[in-house]
């Protein structure tokens, strides 16, 4: 099979990956490296940003993970900024993190519903925003990881709806307001990836997890390696018309309404 992996198709390029500590971000920050890429990645725990940066050293890649909450602005300022110190100029953002669990709304409190906007949605905004004096030059490469969640309603997920169909409305904005400086910004939008967290939260496991995955048209889910790719091409040259879009990245799991959670709460 084809692959940009390992065709240093980013060579030279500098990559900003917020969530980058596990699951299908880091997935993506290999896929980076291994295209040529120098990495900054940044989540919120002090062990798991260094344990993800220092995997990717051990691999040969260059790679740094600072602790900063997307929450917290001036920490992701200065991330952004010492970012750029070390590694010069940023050409790639990456905003993926997230976090997520079930709740039907009637059990979910203010807090729960605020947290999963504030990380997911604020986030979003606090890392393109901050991003802005760094990447604002033709070529950069801005990409947001939403979610089916901002299209399809989905039982016991009201807040990382709002927040992904949030998301979705920053990516767009952004990519009208920044297109004039050649600043592209898409998201891509995961169907539900093997060995992630997200779908430890959310599947139910059995024979309600068989009949999720029959109801997917390419019928298996799919691998980090798959956003990894998407993103890829999304900061090549070969993607420079390409900004506003969501892309679904989802064997077409989207188009049969595929909502994990609605087994439990339909
Ligand atoms: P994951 O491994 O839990 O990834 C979430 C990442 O975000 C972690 O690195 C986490 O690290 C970081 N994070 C959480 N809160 C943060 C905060 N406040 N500030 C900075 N970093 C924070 O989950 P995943 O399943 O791979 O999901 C990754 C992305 O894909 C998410 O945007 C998710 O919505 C999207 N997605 C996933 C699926 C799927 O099938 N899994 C499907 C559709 C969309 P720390 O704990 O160290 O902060
Ligand atoms: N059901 C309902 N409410 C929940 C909940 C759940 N499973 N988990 C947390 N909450 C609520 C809490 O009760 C709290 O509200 P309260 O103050 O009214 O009680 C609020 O959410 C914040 O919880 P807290 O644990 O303080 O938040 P946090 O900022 O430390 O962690 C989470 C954020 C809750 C999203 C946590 O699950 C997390 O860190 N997730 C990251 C990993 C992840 O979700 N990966 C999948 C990505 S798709």
């Avoid at 500098?14 to 990495?39: H, R, T």
């Avoid at 906007?117 to 004096?133: E, K, Q």
Wanted: with cysteine.
């Amino acid at each position: 099979m084809q692959s940009s992996l390992g065709n240093a198709v980013l060579a030279g390029k500098v990559a900003f990956i917020a969530g980058g500590s596990s699951g299908i971000n880091l997935g993506v920050a290999e896929g980076f490296a291994a295209a040529g890429a120098k990495l900054a990645l940044i989540s919120r725990s002090p062990e798991k940003i260094e344990a993800a940066a220092r995997a990717l050293r051990d691999k040969g890649y260059d790679a740094v993970g600072t602790a900063a909450d997307v929450r917290d602005y001036a920490a992701v300022e200065a991330a952004l900024a010492a970012t750029a110190t070390r590694w010069g100029p940023i050409d790639i953002v990456l905003s993926g993190a997230a976090g997520n669990f079930i709740a039907p709304a009637a059990a979910l409190s203010a807090n729960g519903f605020k947290t999963v906007i504030d990380i997911d949605l604020l986030g979003t905004f606090n890392v393109f925003r901050a991003s802005f004096d760094h990447i604002a030059k033709p070529g950069a490469s801005l990409i947001a990881i939403t979610a089916g969640q901002a299209v399809q309603p989905m039982a016991g997920q009201i807040h990382a709806c709002a927040a992904k169909a949030g998301v979705n409305m920053v990516t767009q904005c952004l990519a009208m307001e920044w297109g004039p400086h050649g600043v592209r910004v898409n998201a891509i939008s995961p169907g539900p990836i093997a060995d992630t967290e997200g779908m430890r939260r959310l599947m139910p496991g059995g024979e309600a997890e068989a009949a999720y995955i029959a109801t997917i048209p390419l019928g298996h889910y799919g691998e980090k390696r798959d956003i990894a790719e998407l993103a890829i091409f999304l900061s090549t040259e070969s993607a420079r018309y390409i900004s506003g879009a969501i892309i679904p990245c989802d064997g077409a799991s989207i188009l049969t309404g595929g909502s994990q959670s609605n087994f439990r709460f339909t």
